[in-house]
């Protein structure tokens, strides 16, 4: 497996729309890809950081749905890093 992690600078005054906007398009968008196994998200305790893992069956999924992840203008979310990193062990 493979796990697209991400992180973004979120605007915390803002955070009903961006958990909205997880529900409604990030998961979504992840679990329509092929290969698909999880995805979490998460943010900071201030709300001004967010982090992401997707997870996929093979590294060619993970890659494909890193390079279509894009955020609208006006988004009140910024993707600082997307990186595909190979699950060597999970519980």
Avoid: C, W
């Amino acid at each position: 497996m493979f796990a697209v992690f991400g992180k973004a600078s979120l605007e915390s005054n803002r955070m009903d729309e961006i958990v909205g906007l997880q529900n409604s398009v990030a998961i979504p968008m992840a679990t329509a890809q092929a290969g698909h196994v999880a995805s979490y998200i998460a943010h900071s305790a201030d709300g001004s950081r967010g982090a992401s893992i997707y997870v996929f069956e093979t590294k060619e999924q993970a890659e494909a749905f890193a390079a279509s992840m894009n955020v609208p203008e006006g988004a009140p979310v910024k993707i600082e890093s997307l990186e595909v990193f190979e699950v060597t062990a999970h519980g």
